[in-house]
């Protein structure tokens, strides 16, 4: 046989093999050829890309939980009054508010997580009023500090805290780290690893990037738990960034929370369970939770932690989004800095908005190191504009704030992004609130940012030229990726 016979039969068998493990997965038929055409077109890139990100299975981790079977006296105490709180709660949402009750039972179905309710929850806009407060919390600190962070940056503001966290090590405190290796790649280096670690910090990053079997799962978490009593979450990550935005940037916008009461179990026990998964070390939990002091007995504000990852069996925020969305009966309003949509959640903002829903939607036109997210999103925005959905351009800086409010009652403060990456590849956290008041300061926090915002024209979009417009066609192919 002639080299371009054997070739042309090693190809085909190529492509009948793949083609087998693609229809194998039972992926919807558009997808399926979607892929085998990638890998048609680019065999050796194509695969490549597909080992990265287009694994239908889970990822390679392993799970690690608290239960009320094997779990020490004092965290049965714990998990049983936050069992009851749970089932108090879910019953007084069904007897007088059943869109809150199908929500609550859809959080606690995905990810299995409880209502918590002895809480008090701190809106935070911004870096500075966030990391204030997130200094003060550590400085108090008596027993443990507990941080896990997507991008963790060695630069001003990085250097100040581990001085902080040092000191607090210094004084007993245990402190760890946990920080994603692709998030913080460019901003933490070995030197400050040695600082911190030589400080007494147990500092380790999440998923090493010699893994290459999960270097596409990021974990894009921020969770801070401090004493078991105090916890933070929300959209920041640490880095000076925050505070000094980057050039062509006159503003960081961005939401975050902190929280007191039972939710900071939650936190706490999520922390745990990644700590385990990156490090191999099963802490003992019962140093790490608190009990509740009589401040947050007095406290009655209903919080649920929503988490998805590719361990999820089902993708739980994407899910919570979703349902959100669909149940809203005035107003929807949206923040994130990307606008990467699914069929579903495209139907479900135009379902709303054709039914005269208020749908609003705020995205930054575009941010410091990428472009392809926000070309993209243009053609996502067009989608839904020309439904009646409201789509705004924050203009006064970078938009990184990560919300959503439905009828100024119910809101979703936490990390997920809306794009395909933050929906089903990377580890997400969200705080679903069930409480008129926080919910009330995100919708004017909302509409005092709508000042700064420039609304998306579909009669102006479809006068640019035919060359961007196809550039941000080209873009969208690329969804999966960003």
């Given at each position: ?253 961005d939401t975050h929370i902190r929280l007191t009461g039972s939710v900071v179990w939650s936190l706490q026990a999520i922390f745990l ?51 959100l969305i669909v149940s809203a009966e005035k107003q929807v309003l949206i923040q994130s800095p990307f606008f990467i949509l699914d ?140």
């Open positions: 046989m002639t080299p371009t016979i054997i070739l042309q039969i090693l190809f085909g068998a190529y492509v009948i093999a793949t083609a087998t493990f693609l229809i194998s997965e039972n992926r919807a038929p558009k997808s399926s050829f979607a892929w085998m055409l990638l890998f048609i077109v680019l065999p050796g890139l194509g695969v490549l890309v597909y080992l990265f990100v287009g694994r239908g299975y889970k990822a390679f981790v392993r799970k690690f939980r608290v239960t009320e079977q094997d779990a020490p006296a004092q965290l049965q105490d714990l998990l049983r009054l936050s069992s009851n709180q749970h089932d108090t709660a879910l019953a007084l949402m069904e007897h007088n508010n059943p869109i809150a009750a199908r929500i609550a039972t859809l959080v606690y179905s995905n990810p299995n997580s409880r209502i918590t309710t002895s809480n008090r929850v701190t809106v935070l806009q911004d870096a500075k009023t966030t990391y204030p407060a997130l200094i003060k919390a550590i400085n108090q600190a008596k027993s443990s500090v507990h941080l896990h962070y997507y991008i963790w940056n060695g630069d001003t503001f990085g250097t100040r805290l581990l001085t902080i966290l040092a000191q607090k090590v210094r004084e007993g405190v245990e402190v760890r780290i946990l920080y994603d290796p692709v998030g913080s790649f460019s901003g933490l280096g070995w030197q400050y690893l040695r600082k911190a670690r030589a400080a007494g910090i147990d500092i380790r990053p999440f998923s090493p990037l010699w893994h290459i079997q999960t270097i596409s799962y990021r974990n894009h978490r921020k969770i801070a738990v401090i004493d078991g009593s105090i916890a933070f979450t929300g959209g920041l990550n640490i880095g000076d960034e925050h505070l000094d935005p980057p050039e062509g940037f006159d503003r960081w916008r369970i990644d700590w385990a998964n990156a490090t191999d070390e099963v802490l003992d939990p019962v140093p790490y939770f608190a009990a509740l002091t009589e401040d947050d007995t007095a406290a009655d504000l209903p919080v649920q932690i929503c988490l998805s990852g590719p361990d999820s069996e089902y993708e739980a925020i994407r899910q919570l989004y979703f349902e069929e579903t959640l495209s139907e479900a903002l135009k379902l709303k908005a054709l039914s005269g829903v208020d749908v609003q939607v705020m995205i930054s036109p575009n941010g410091p190191g990428q472009f392809l997210p926000y070309w993209a999103a243009n053609t996502y925005a067009l989608d839904v504009a020309r439904a009646g959905v409201k789509v705004l351009h924050y203009d006064a800086g970078f938009l990184h704030a990560k919300t959503v409010c439905i009828d100024g009652k119910i809101s979703s403060i936490g990390t997920a992004n809306w794009d395909i990456r933050s929906f089903s590849i990377n580890y997400e956290i969200t705080a679903v609130i069930y409480d008129v008041g926080v919910s009330q300061q995100l919708v004017q926090a909302f509409e005092a940012d709508v000042a700064d915002c420039v609304a998306f024209d579909v009669a102006a979009y479809r006068t640019r030229g035919r060359l961007l417009r196809f550039r941000d066609s080209v873009a969208r192919l690329a969804a999966p990726l960003l």
